[in-house]
């Protein structure tokens, strides 16, 4: 499984060796009434446990994340304008829907390729990469939500190529403008966060936020709740992306798909739908 490295060493400290003060005359060293010297810096940040992750690799989620990053995001409902057509979910049962959806559709299917992807390109595995995104787009079991995943996906690369300058995500970009791999959103996300150093649980995590935030503007959208009321739902869900992170990380590949019919069936109504808001 993939590991992330941190560094531990705290600001402020110094190692043993050359330039240590050896004690000068009349510099007490023992005996009564000696004072114990205090402890170093560095032992009460051991305690804090291992460094964070780097601040620009969290900017850089923060980014990614965020509603006016033109990815497409703005333009899919996942499934939810289908529920709503056919009033199978109002305000009370939304979280749910969120949820499960979260549980059993995107975790199991986006987010675990993500993490594949995003390991596979830090181990240097283009080729990998490719097999997991042909895997992912074939679990997409209905058209709209494969050109939904495609469209947001070719849409990622092509920006991030041109914000961050890496040359792992201009390598797929062009390879999906070939058409020689699907190019799907989650993957994209992989190989985006792991070029830019994103550490991969972050990663996962960031996405699965992104999705809940443009779920929540869907049903805004739709009129199905308010704006404190969808604050309130991101927050609740929290626990639930936590363990949704933790159980993609330890999927394989044969592992990637979603169980969620009931959003298959949705969508598959919601492409032959007379009126649409919303791609998906």
Do not use: N, W
């Amino acid at each position: 499984m993939y590991r992330e490295d941190h560094d531990t060493t705290g600001p402020g400290t110094r190692a043993s060796g050359s330039g240590t003060r050896a004690p000068g005359p009349g510099t007490r060293t023992s005996g009564p009434g000696t004072q114990a010297p205090a402890p170093a810096a560095s032992a009460g940040l051991a305690e804090l446990g291992p460094a964070e992750p780097s601040l620009a690799h969290l900017l850089v989620g923060l980014q990614l994340t965020d509603s006016a990053f033109p990815s497409g995001f703005y333009t899919l409902s996942h499934s939810l304008e289908g529920f709503a057509q056919a009033r199978a979910v109002d305000s009370e049962t939304l979280p749910a829907l969120l949820e499960s959806l979260l549980v059993h559709g995107v975790g199991p299917a986006d987010a675990t390729a993500l993490a594949l992807a995003h390991r596979a390109t830090r181990e240097g595995r283009p080729e990998t990469v490719a097999l997991v995104d042909e895997h992912l787009f074939a679990t997409k079991l209905g058209q709209e939500m494969r050109r939904a995943a495609t469209r947001t996906g070719r849409q990622l690369l092509d920006l991030a190529a041109e914000v961050y300058g890496r040359p792992e995500i201009a390598a797929y970009h062009a390879r999906v403008v070939r058409r020689e791999v699907p190019g799907t959103q989650a993957v994209a996300a992989g190989i985006t966060y792991a070029a830019t150093g994103v550490p991969v649980r972050q990663a996962v995590a960031c996405d699965l936020f992104a999705f809940c935030a443009s779920f929540a503007g869907a049903a805004l959208r739709l009129r199905l709740t308010d704006h404190r009321r969808a604050q309130v739902m991101l927050h609740a869900v929290a626990p639930a992306i936590e363990r949704t992170v933790e159980a993609a990380l330890r999927r394989e590949l044969a592992d990637v798909g979603a169980t969620a019919f009931a959003s298959d069936i949705m969508s598959g109504r919601h492409e032959r739908a007379e009126a649409r808001l919303f791609a998906s």
